[in-house]
């Protein structure tokens, strides 16, 4: 989702193919996904929570100032927990990648290159996250609140076919909201370290995300974000994208999100839209 995620970059040296890497991959997707229940029972033991689990799809454009479009398909299932002071998350992804053979998802994009075009598809990078809170985030129960979070971004992509670079990334980020009666505001500044996979020095990179939502009524909000990251490379745009987004409260337990984006630079997608439910327990 919008920066939130996902992109691509050139390179022809990522090619060292290997049915015992695909093996071990796969390995560690079964082994994240089986402890994720132990690790929610835990937590649960200790402060009783929320779950949360949210499915949904996003689809991005763009030539990124070169001549080939580059097209991808992003299919996210993302698990969380919640508590007062806390919240886990883990999220599996499947990616449907159109690009050039030489074409690498990082998270980031520079022109793709003019190798022939292929599409390739499969699970893509796994990224875990734990945020510690100073408050339980909602209009209700603070005006202000703000909170730290960590990532890993777990190389289970299979490089091979360009989906991802075999490498872990790291995020830390502080998150600042600001709840009114019927908007809020928000600001998230971080810091990502990448991993470099061979042949390749990728930059470590700030990001920022501001935005905010207004509640037009008690099921429907509409809101605005922009989501800015330094480039990874040298001699590319700096990242920068914007986009307009609406809630629906379905019930009490069922939130539905839809949203539009448009890139600002030449690292950007030209276009993009994606759509989210969240189911709580």
């Known amino acids: 989702m919008n920066g939130h995620g ?31 229940p132990a690790l929610f029972n835990r937590a649960a033991a200790a402060d009783e929570g929320i779950v949360k689990l949210t499915a949904g799809a996003e689809y991005i454009s763009g030539d990124y100032g070169d001549t080939e479009s580059v097209d991808q398909l ?33 998270g980031n994009i520079i022109p793709p290159g003019t190798n022939k075009m292929r599409t390739d598809s499969g699970i893509g990078d796994v990224i875990a996250g734990v945020t510690f809170h100073d408050t339980l985030n909602t209009e209700a129960s603070s005006d202000l609140a703000i909170d730290f979070t960590a990532k890993v971004k777990l190389g289970t992509a299979d490089e091979d076919k360009g989906l991802g670079t075999g490498e872990n990334d790291y995020t830390m980020q502080a998150e600042l909201y600001n709840y009114h009666d019927r908007f809020m505001l928000f600001g998230i500044l971080g810091y990502k ?23 037009l009524t008690r099921s429907l909000k509409v809101g605005l974000d922009f989501y800015y990251q330094e480039a990874l490379i040298p001699d590319i745009d700096n990242q920068m994208e914007l986009s307009a987004f609406l809630g629906y409260k379905i019930s009490s337990t069922t939130f539905l999100r839809g949203y539009l984006l448009k890139g600002i630079t030449n690292a950007s997608p030209d276009w993009g839209a994606g759509a989210f439910i969240t189911f709580m327990q």
């Open 6 to 36: 996902q992109r691509l970059q050139h390179t022809g040296l990522l090619k060292s193919c290997s049915l015992t890497s695909s093996f071990v991959r796969l390995n560690t997707i079964i082994i994240i996904a089986s402890a994720l």
């Open 74 to 106: 992003y299919v996210p299932l993302t698990t969380r927990y919640t508590t007062s002071r806390s919240t886990l998350r883990l999220t599996i992804p499947y990616i449907r990648l159109t690009a050039p053979a030489d074409a690498v998802q990082t």
């Open 193 to 215: 370290f990448r991993g470099d996979p061979p042949g390749i020095n990728l930059n470590n990179s700030w990001l920022a995300f501001v935005g905010g939502n207004y509640r």
